[in-house]
C-alpha cells in the first residue's frame, strides 16, 4: 500500500526550462511534506518542505507548491540547471511526536545542457 | 567533515552469515533511523531511536536488531542473512520531528 506515488520515475528538461516534479498522497494524515534530492551513491539530502498550513513555499530555484484538497504536491524548479539532474523523493508524515517519514518511489530528473 | 557516517560503503557475505552496519552521526541529533531501499527503489524505515529509545519499529524480521549505544551512535546487526536481505541501507539522523540527513549508504548483497 504505496501512500505516496510519484507516478513519473523519469523526467528530461532543457537547461534554462522549468522543472516539474508531481507527487500524491492517500493518507489524510500526512500534515508535513519534504522533497529530497538524491544523487547515486550517496544518501538523500533534503530540500524543501511544506507544512500542510500553508500552499506553497520558496526557497532560491525551488517551490514547492501543496493542494491539500487534491492530496497533491509538486517541486519546481525555475531555472533547471544540470546540476539539479538527480533523483528526487516525496515524502510525508504527521505532525507531532514520533510520525515516520513516508518516501515515494522517486523520480529521475535529467537536465539535458 | 562528515555529518552523518556509514561503515562499511560495501558488504558483500553468503547466506546465513551474521553482519553488522555502524552509523555514527556528528549533528547532536537526537534521533537516528535506518531505512531500507530494496531493488524497486522503496526507501523504507526500518527502525528508529530517540535518546538512545527505541521509538519505531516497523515490520522487520527479528533478525534485524537495532543497538543504540549512544545518542550519535546507531548500529544494525543482521543475524542468519537471506538473499532477500540484499538491498541498500541508509542511516539517518535528525531533530525529532526535523528534516533527516542521511548517510551515504551501505550497499549489502548477499550470495
Known amino acids: 500500500d504505496q501512500q505516496v506515488k510519484q507516478n513519473s520515475p523519469s523526467l528530461s528538461v532543457q537547461e534554462g526550462r522549468i522543472s516539474i516534479l508531481n507527487c500524491d498522497y492517500t493518507?489524510?494524515?500526512?500534515?508535513?511534506f519534504l522533497w529530497y534530492k538524491k544523487y547515486p551513491a550517496e544518501g538523500p539530502t533534503f530540500l524543501i518542505s511544506i507544512s500542510s498550513i500553508k500552499d506553497k513555499n520558496e526557497d532560491g530555484r525551488f517551490t514547492v507548491f501543496l493542494n491539500k484538497s487534491a492530496k497533491h504536491l509538486s517541486l519546481h524548479i525555475v531555472p533547471s540547471q544540470p546540476g539539479d539532474s538527480a533523483v528526487y523523493f516525496c515524502?510525508?508524515?504527521?505532525?507531532?511526536?514520533?510520525?515516520?517519514?513516508?518516501f515515494g518511489t522517486g523520480t529521475k530528473l535529467q537536465v539535458i545542457p | 567533515d562528515t555529518a552523518v557516517s556509514q561503515t562499511p560503503k560495501y558488504l558483500v557475505t553468503q547466506m546465513g552469515n551474521d553482519k553488522s552496519i555502524k552509523c555514527e552521526q556528528n549533528l547532536g541529533h537526537d534521533t537516528m533511523y535506518w531505512y531500507k531501499q530494496d531493488s524497486k527503489k522503496f526507501l523504507k524505515i526500518m527502525f528508529s531511536?530517540?535518546?538512545?529509545?527505541?521509538?519505531i519499529n516497523e515490520t522487520v524480521p527479528n533478525r534485524f536488531s537495532p543497538k543504540s549505544p549512544d545518542k550519535a551512535h546507531l548500529n544494525l546487526h543482521i543475524n542468519s542473512l537471506e538473499l532477500g536481505d540484499s538491498a541498500v541501507y541508509f542511516c539517518?539522523?535528525?531533530?525529532?520531528?526535523?528534516?533527516?540527513?542521511f548517510g551515504p549508504g551501505t550497499r549489502l548483497t548477499v550470495t
Open positions: 531511536y530517540n535518546n538512545k529509545e527505541l521509538i
Open positions: 493518507n489524510s494524515m500526512f500534515d508535513y
Open positions: 515524502a510525508a508524515s504527521g505532525s507531532g511526536g514520533y510520525q515516520k517519514v513516508t
Open positions: 539517518a539522523s535528525s531533530h525529532l520531528g526535523d528534516e533527516q540527513y
